[in-house]
């Protein structure tokens, strides 16, 4: 597509269940990025996929926390048993190479209640 | 580690006014550098980067930035900045060519008086 494409735009949610945030980069893109954002703070980067290799969890807060990336293309971040904490703007990122400019979604508003 | 400073949470300038936006960094090697720009309930866009060459960068909207390498700065300026330049700026440092993602400052957010 032309731009990044993340679903849904709001989401809100009670505390315990389970949500999935879906992102659809630009096509061609190669690396994909996961990152939030939590009121008053900057971006804080939760994980990385280039391409076949095996993704950069690093940032991952939790063991809660999961993505996949299928096809190379779609991705998927869930938020198992969802706490307050979790409450925040979560966007992604594509890029035609690790390192190069991002195109960032408009992100995904979780309020966990 | 890399990092990003951004000293200035909050910055408010007149319509009309020059701009400059503070960004420092730490990173061991030649960094990439970016600035982004978020509108209210928008996602961000890119304005500028800097990988390597000229130190001055242009990027849109009328934005430049000057990459000092003593100063380990990468600050962002106007020289006249438009009500539509109200925002969140962010900087961010990269790794470059086999980076896995970028870090980025807490932001500055701008607001333009009349």
Redesign the interface.
């Known amino acids: 597509g032309a731009g990044?494409s993340q679903s849904p735009s709001n989401k809100v949610t009670e505390k315990g269940k389970d949500v999935e945030l879906r992102c659809d980069p630009i096509s061609g893109h190669t690396a994909l990025?996961w990152?939030r954002q939590s009121l008053g703070?900057?971006?804080e980067?939760l994980i990385?996929f280039?391409g076949n290799s095996a993704p950069?969890k690093?940032?991952l807060p939790s063991d809660r926390f999961s993505a996949e990336r299928t096809g190379g293309s779609v991705s998927t971040l869930t938020i198992q048993r969802t706490q307050q904490e979790d409450s925040a703007v979560y966007?992604c990122?594509s890029s035609l190479?690790?390192?190069g400019?991002?195109?960032?979604?408009?992100?995904t508003r979780l309020t966990v209640v | 580690a890399q990092s990003v400073t951004q000293p200035d949470i909050h910055i408010t300038v007149s319509e009309g006014a020059s701009l400059e936006l503070r960004c420092n960094y730490s990173y061991g090697a030649t960094p990439y550098l970016f600035w982004y720009v978020q509108s209210p309930g928008q996602g961000l866009q890119l304005l500028l980067k800097y990988f390597s060459g000229d130190t001055l960068v242009q990027g849109i909207k009328g934005f430049e930035a000057e990459f000092k390498r003593s100063q380990s700065s990468f600050n962002l300026r106007k020289p006249s900045v438009h009500w539509s330049d109200a925002a969140e700026y962010f900087c961010a440092v990269g790794e470059g060519t086999g980076a896995n993602n970028l870090f980025f400052g807490t932001g500055t957010r701008l607001t333009v008086i009349p």
């Open positions: 990044v990025y990152y703070q900057g971006l980067f990385y280039q950069d690093s940032g966007l990122a190479a690790a390192g400019g991002y195109t960032f979604g408009s992100g």
